[in-house]
């Protein structure tokens, strides 16, 4: 005669598997919180913090700057300033993104009545603006001849008609 022993409930006190249950619950709790906080938006600003101009944006006045920023596609302006021969603007733009790489297009023009112009920007012949990627995990800027951390300032100027130097840092914050 074979006994067979009762088997214990898969619920109740006496279950061994509830402990093991309830620790991978929370172990998979978290999981989900440390990837929910890894993939939490972050503020990518760049920073224009200084525009000289190189030479003569208006013939018939001085220059009316602004910088339009365009971040993933979303695109943001600043407010015109007139042109000194060295201004410092302290425009900031600021988007928030999620934790990865992102394209922006940095441009200064010159405000006029019936068309505003691309103020050259870039050291490349027929491309006025500025174009890089940061990576907002790393905190890169990425595109340039040589790599540039977040905070560091970039200087770029350009060479042809209605030319400026401009001076801009990048900065995550999380």
């Not at 074979?2 to 402990?19: D, E, F, Q, V």
């Not at 929910?36 to 503020?43: K, L, N, S, V």
């Not at 101009?53 to 700057?65: H, N, R, T, V, Y």
């Amino acid at each position: 005669m074979i006994r067979s022993h009762p088997r214990p409930a898969l619920t109740g006190a006496g279950n061994r598997k509830a402990p093991l249950a309830a620790l991978a619950i929370l172990l998979g709790g978290l999981a989900m919180t440390a990837s929910a906080a890894q993939a939490a938006p972050q503020e990518l600003t760049i920073a224009i913090t200084g525009i000289k101009a190189i030479d003569k944006a208006d013939e018939f006045s001085k220059g009316d700057f602004y910088a339009r920023v365009t971040i993933d596609g979303q695109v943001h302006a600043t407010q015109p300033i007139k042109q000194q021969n060295v201004n410092k603007p302290d425009w900031k733009i600021t988007q928030k993104v999620e934790p990865g790489v992102h394209k922006v297009k940095l441009e200064i023009l010159d405000k006029d009545i019936s068309q505003d112009d691309p103020i050259d920007i870039n050291r490349f012949d027929n491309k006025r603006s500025i174009e890089f990627e940061v990576n907002s995990k790393t905190c890169r800027v990425l595109g340039f001849s040589s790599g540039y951390k977040c905070g560091a300032t970039i200087t770029r100027s350009g060479k042809e008609k209605k030319a400026a130097e401009v001076s801009f840092k990048v900065s995550v914050k999380k």
